[in-house]
Nanobody
Framework: VQLQASGGGLVQDGGSLRLACAAS????????MGWFRQAPGKERDFVGG????????YYADSVKGRFTISRDNAKNTVYLQMNRLKPEDTAVYYC???????????????????WGQGTQVTVSS
């Protein structure tokens, strides 16, 4: 599976951005999807994830209530809507795909099989 993330950029404190991650795989609906982020000098952290059907989502506490993940299986695309952005949200954001029968959202990087190239999000104060 090839994943292509897009939509990053520079935004002011309190602003919004919408990231998209397009997958090459026609069986996209068989993958749970996750978003992670990595700030300079830090580990890659889980942001949120969505089940195969899109029926369930799960978020890190740091973004809960501000970020929303959705997916369009007809378009092989997962989205990350980020509202009320803060400077501490500045990072490279990665999408990831996990082939799973169980369908639960995974939160650890080593549980994901495929990764996108990342897109930079910078929030200025």
């Amino acid at each position: 599976v090839q994943l292509q993330a897009s939509g990053g950029g520079l935004v002011q404190d309190g602003g919004s951005l919408r990231l998209a991650c397009a997958a090459s795989e026609r069986t996209f609906s068989m993958y749970t999807m996750g978003w992670f982020r990595q700030a300079p000098g830090k580990e890659r952290d889980f942001v949120g994830g969505i089940t195969r059907s899109g029926g369930s989502t799960y978020y890190a506490d740091s973004v809960k209530g501000r970020f929303t993940i959705s997916r369009d299986n007809a378009k092989n695309t997962v989205y990350l809507q980020m509202n009320r952005l803060k400077p501490e949200d500045t990072a490279v954001y990665y999408c990831a795909a996990r082939w799973t029968v169980a369908g639960r959202v995974a939160t650890q990087t080593d549980e994901y099989n495929y990764w996108g190239q990342g897109t930079q999000v910078t929030v200025s104060s």
